[in-house]
């Protein structure tokens, strides 16, 4: 109802049975959406997208460097829990922009998109461009 108040004709909230707030291969995540005058929902799990489950401890990150290096991984093309937690947030995102009809197309697009280089590049200018508004 927060989301209507505020005039936003489109948007998802997400949360996954383990408690953290976004999609993730870990049981089932919960999204309830609004687009334009339909508000719905739906539960997704790893497996509703050719992906494997795994534990919260898999997707546990640390410090900056750390976070930076995994990071980079996932845009290589590293398979694995991380990667695919960036796929399901990325399909979800997909799905949001219209760009695909369900979640697993979405995933299936962010895969082809990070293996063919895309993801990676735009991961690279985005440092490029924080690395810029640092010096300004």
Do not use: W
């Amino acid at each position: 109802h927060a989301a209507r108040a505020l005039g936003i004709s489109q948007v998802m909230v997400v949360h996954n049975e383990s408690g953290i707030d976004e999609l993730a291969p870990i049981g089932q995540s919960f999204v309830c959406s609004i687009h334009g005058d339909e508000v719905g929902s739906f539960a997704i799990s790893a497996s509703d997208c050719g992906l494997k489950e795994c534990s919260l401890s898999d997707l546990a990150g640390g410090d900056a460097e750390t976070n930076a290096a995994i990071t980079r991984k996932i845009f290589e093309g590293v398979p694995g829990p991380k990667s695919d937690v960036v796929a399901m947030n990325a399909g979800l995102a997909f799905l949001l922009a219209g760009k695909v009809t369900d979640v697993a197309a979405g995933v299936q697009l962010a895969r082809e998109l990070i293996a063919g280089g895309k993801a990676k590049a735009k991961l690279e200018q985005f440092i490029e461009y924080t690395r810029s508004c640092a010096h300004a």
